[in-house]
């Protein structure tokens, strides 16, 4: 009976495996004859994507055509949308960025938020700033939430496993939320990272397999000629902020896309930025690639000149970072740290150099930011543009120009400096050269005058005339109003009535008597006062200060913008009276307050130096200079912070004529330490 049984359960177990076995058999069958065709099909399916091909950003030139921006070529990683939504996409990325790190990469992550636990709030920048507000917003957090609720909320909206470290799910966090931001579609490729090396490029396509969704793509990236030359007029290119986005995604932008942020990338963004194309990708459904075909090429963006000559640039960086420096370790001016110095043509407004010290070199902007941002002495500061300064003795022509015009003096009248002006008992100013002897200037012309730096003169005759006159020359030279440079600059403070009243304060007598030496609420820009120096000398026209000459394009070099010099003002200065001004500049480069730098200079010149003091520390210097006298071609302002004297700073002046006019290094008269005690005046100037 048990055997039969136990056949029985055999012949059972043999029909079960004999049934099963033909449903597999029947099945495989079904899939590879019935079925096969479908998904042979299926396996071979294509996988079609649009994407854009990004423009190479136009070149800028100096006015000669000597290169000063170009492009080059650069690898970037980058993220197919098409294939990235068919991996893990979290596990993905941060196998991806380890792969990265490997090779000391850095890869694309703005999230306001510090990498490592305990996490941080970064809002280091101002873009940083406005993100992290948008954020807080955006996750409905408190303004004072820790950062770690962020990161905590990015998480759970990007299903990251909680498995995972605090560092590696911000990590993946951050690379999630790059994607997000800059609108990580089909046909916009996510750049995961830029203008990496060949071993990174190497080590990623050898992983192409494992990672269908990545791509090796070139990218054309700013390459500096000099990239210390003229950085705060050159600027550079950076990623779109979110808050700048709304506006340019109506003009074609993607949110990948890089911008002008600062100097000429940015004022002449919409010439520099080329026209992209675009391209056909076609894939397997293993992410291989079959086939690209191009639907339209792009084009290079505009190429444009600049009105600056690139080697009277590099003098003015030169002579400025080399005489502040002398000026700290000879002349023991410990504080002496800042300046610039700003060149413009006469009879253009063509801007010939501009420079700031202290400065930075442009490659190594992002790398060096935060130390940059941190400096105290600001080198990303354009002090040329918009720093301002009292102007001191150097805002004597403006009281010149008025009182010559007003008919309050003639060139040839001479006033007799008492000393000590005595008009307002509560206020009593003295001239410099007055002393307990009772030494005075004595009677001297408005040409005297400017050569002696007289006080008592411009006190005088500039209370005769009154503020409200002389503030009618003043802006129509153009003081404390923007010169018009394509870039970004201060307006300056014009002293007065107008400007106490903008702050509810009165205006005094004696704020004219101030006023009329360069001092009281005047604050002026390097530029302004190059300006206001050249429109002076060449009679009265004020051009419109510029920095670009002209844009071409760059396939077949036609004009797209020719910038003809453009008059903004025309003050009709006697040629009797503008003699006289240009004179007293003359006296004072030939034998007053910078007779030692250029008493016997091969090209003869027109300055004036100033000083104003400042509530800490030792006064600036300023000084202003045109060159030829005779026929005037360019002028110049320098400005250094703590600087002491005009005169300890008009070699910087000298080093750019010498540029300028081709003056070899032994001509002239060598420049020794002053023992006039005329050059003592802007001392007491104030």
């Known amino acids: ?184 579609t089909m046909s916009n490729p996510f750049v995961l990272a830029e203008d990496v090396s060949i071993d990174v490029v190497t080590a990623f396509s050898e992983r192409s397999v494992d990672y269908p969704c990545i791509a090796v793509t070139t990218g054309a990236y700013r390459e500096y000629v000099d990239s210390t030359v003229a950085p705060h007029l050159l600027g550079r290119i950076g990623k779109i ?47 291989e690639v079959l086939d690209v075909q191009t639907i339209s090429e792009p084009t290079q963006g505009n190429s444009v000149i600049l009105t600056i000559d690139k080697n009277l640039q590099l003098t003015a960086q030169k002579a400025l970072e080399r005489t502040i420096r002398s000026l700290r370790s000879e002349d023991d001016i410990d504080d002496a740290n800042a300046g610039a110095v700003v060149v413009v043509q006469v009879d253009t407004g063509e801007t010939l150099a501009s420079a700031t010290y202290p400065t930075y070199d442009l490659t190594e902007y992002t790398a060096n930011y935060e130390a940059l941002s941190a400096d105290p002495d600001k080198p990303l500061f354009n002090r040329a543009f918009n720093g301002t300064y009292a102007p001191g003795s150097t805002f004597k022509m403006a009281t010149a120009t008025a009182i010559l015009q007003e008919n309050i003096i003639t060139p040839t009248t001479k006033i007799r400096d008492q000393g000590i002006y005595k008009k307002y008992p509560d206020y009593q100013p003295k001239c410099w050269r007055y002393t307990d002897y009772g030494e005075t200037h004595g009677n001297i012309t408005v040409s005297e005058a400017l050569r002696d730096s007289c006080n008592y003169f411009f006190y005088d005759s500039a209370d005769r005339l009154g503020i409200e006159a002389l503030n009618k020359y003043c802006r129509q030279l153009g003081l404390g109003s923007k010169t018009g440079l394509e870039l970004g600059e201060s307006s300056g403070t014009l002293a007065g009535p107008e400007y106490r009243a903008s702050i509810n304060a009165s205006w005094y007598p004696g704020d004219t008597l101030q006023a009329a030496i360069g001092q009281s609420d005047n604050l002026f820009t390097p530029v302004q006062l190059a300006t206001y120096l050249a429109t002076i000398v060449n009679g009265g026209t004020r051009y419109k200060t510029h920095l670009v000459k002209c844009v071409n394009d760059a396939t077949d070099g036609r004009t797209v913008l020719d910038n003809q010099p453009a008059v903004v003002n025309e003050l009709d200065i006697t040629d009797e009276n503008r003699a006289a001004i240009m004179e007293g500049m003359y006296l004072t480069a030939a034998e007053g307050t910078a007779a030692n730098v250029f008493a016997d200079y091969p090209v003869h010149i027109g300055c004036k130096t100033g000083t104003a003091t400042v509530s800490k520390g030792t006064a600036n210097g300023i000084f202003v200079a045109f060159a030829p006298y005779d026929d005037p071609e360019i002028a110049i302002a320098v400005v250094v912070e703590h600087g002491a004297h005009g005169n300890t700073i008009a070699p910087i002046a000298r080093a750019i004529f010498d540029e300028y006019f081709s003056v070899s290094a032994d001509q002239g008269k060598q420049i020794t330490a002053p023992d006039d005690p005329i050059l003592e005046a802007e001392k007491e100037d104030e």
């Open 1 to 184: 009976m048990k055997l039969r049984e136990g056949k029985i359960r055999y012949i059972i177990m043999i029909s079960v495996t004999l049934v099963l076995f033909g449903g597999f058999i029947i099945a495989l069958m079904n899939l590879q004859i019935g079925q096969g065709a479908y998904y042979k099909e299926q396996s071979e399916k294509k996988i079609y994507s649009t994407e854009t091909i990004p423009a190479a950003r136009g070149n800028v030139y100096d006015r000669n055509g000597r290169l000063l921006i170009t492009n080059r070529n650069g690898y970037n990683i980058t993220i197919s949308k098409a294939m990235f939504v068919q991996s893990d996409q979290n596990q993905t990325v941060l196998e991806l960025v380890d792969l990265l790190d490997a090779y000391k990469t850095a890869h694309s992550d703005t999230l306001p938020v510090s990498r490592t636990a305990p996490f941080s709030w970064d809002t280091s920048t101002d873009a940083k700033k406005t993100a992290a507000e948008k954020l807080r917003k955006q996750y409905e957090l408190k303004n004072d939430a820790p950062a770690a609720d962020l990161i905590k909320a990015l998480c759970e909206a990007y299903d990251i496993p909680k498995a995972w470290n605090d560092t590696t799910r911000r990590t993946v966090a951050g690379v999630r939320y790059e994607m997000d931001l800059r609108e990580f």
């Open 241 to 287: 902020y979110a808050e700048e986005y709304a506006d340019l995604k109506e003009k074609g932008y993607l949110m990948s896309d890089l911008v002008g942020k600062e100097g000429v990338e940015k004022a002449m963004e919409s010439y520099l930025r080329g026209t992209s194309g675009s391209r056909l990708i076609e894939r397997n459904a293993r992410g």
